[in-house]
């Protein structure tokens, strides 16, 4: 019968009993006996399994010994009890079947070698091949099925939000636009410059920035929903936590305050970081042997400590007072840089922080002002290695106090109009908050730049594949 790898190493199968796999060769090394050491490795697991097969088993002129890294074949054979370290199981080969030969072998671009993570990024065609894509997949994967899962044991609802949307005050300068016309025949205004009011059939669209907006209408009648989705900012710059396109996880919930999404925000990750211990536990330890050693401890240790709260304000104080040299300095109103975050999370703390209650000025114009009328229901989840991975609040429900923070922004009520319906009918304190899924991939894995924990990442150096 056939099996995936990670049946055989497991035990499903019978010491004796006949198995095929499919998969492609990892490693093979000969002994002088005349037999061959086959690693072939199908993605079903980090681990490849061992064939033993001698030289001479498909003709005398062996294909076995010309197997190279990056070889499909087909191997059946008797499961076996291994003698080799790590393993349980091996297979003794009866027959080797090659499906497909690898041209040029000494110029494969995936030999079996530690390649740097920027040459991987110019082969993203081929890096699903290697061992660190390959369980940074499976890690990304378990991840989004836990989140699901969480959200489905509290009764959450997913919704999913537009791609296509129209302006909104968020986003602005980090807008993709989106566009039906003809480039070559562009509307003009009277100025004689491109009307851009044209291009969605009559109006100005963009790619999502977020789709919280949306999912606040949902909150308002499910009471708890979420989305998850990709979203798009025109990040012209190249650090290692920005991309042009990621995924986001966004809660939204009725009847809350920033107090309850910070507990949902907390248990979340927890319940995600246990999932993955338990089902990943492969590929954890791949990342903690050859990425970070801290992989594993780090997220027990979240599992195990309550997350450390603090207000803005006394972050300012902090950082001010640390006597570290940062490159930008802390004034309370500023807006605190990752050099600061990471301060916070790393050195202060020595793990992830809820930092809350912000400065009204620099955060959005829907979030929910507080009593002392400078700042607002705002928080950021700070994780050491990386800085913020959520931000969320309390929206202003009150409609009295959410048309004065437009006019005091000048913006226009008319396109508000939706959003301020929530307001008028029925409105309802609610909160939410979002979590970039890049960047908690990169957390659990501890890879550096969050280019090589998305498969094809857009950032301005790569949108080729
Ligand atoms: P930053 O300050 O790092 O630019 P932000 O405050 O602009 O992030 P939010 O608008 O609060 O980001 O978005 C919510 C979450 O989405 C962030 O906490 C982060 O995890 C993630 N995120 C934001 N921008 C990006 C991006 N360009 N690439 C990947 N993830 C991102
Ligand atoms: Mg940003
Ligand atoms: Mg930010
Ligand atoms: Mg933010």
Known sequence: SIAVIKDVLGGKFAVGETVSVRGWVRTRRDSKAGISFINIHDGSCFDAVQAVAPNELNNYQSEVVKLTTGCSVIITGTVAESAGKGQAFELQATAVEVVGWVEDPDTYPMAPKRHSMEYLREFAHLRPR????????????????????????????????????????????????????????????????????????????????????????????????????????????????HLAEFWMIEPEVAFADLEDVAKLAEDMLKYVFKAVLAERADDMAFFAERIDKEAISRLEHVIANDFVHMDYTDAVEILQNCGKEFTYPVSWGTDLQSEHERYLAEEHVGAPIILKNYPRDIKAFYMRQNDDGKTVAAMDVLAPGIGEIIGGSAREERLDMFDKRLDEMGLPKEEYSWYRDLRRYGTVPHAGFGLGFERLVAYVTGVQNIRDVIPFPRSPNNAEF
């Open 130 to 241: 290697t061992n660190i894509s390959g369980a940074v997949t499976r890690v990304r994967h378990c991840l989004a099925q836990a989140v699901h899962r969480f959200f489905d044991e509290r009764s959450f609802y997913w919704i999913s939000t537009p791609i296509i949307t129209t302006s909104d005050a968020e986003g602005a300068g980090e807008l993709f636009r989106v566009s039906t016309l003809d480039m070559t025949n562009l509307p003009l205004t009277e100025q004689g410059k491109v009307d851009y009011k044209e291009d969605f059939f009559g109006k100005e669209a963009f790619l999502t920035v977020s789709g919280q907006l949306n999912v606040e209408t949902y909150a308002c009648a499910l009471s708890n929903v979420y989305t998850f989705g990709p979203t798009f900012r025109a990040e012209n710059s190249n650090t290692s936590r």
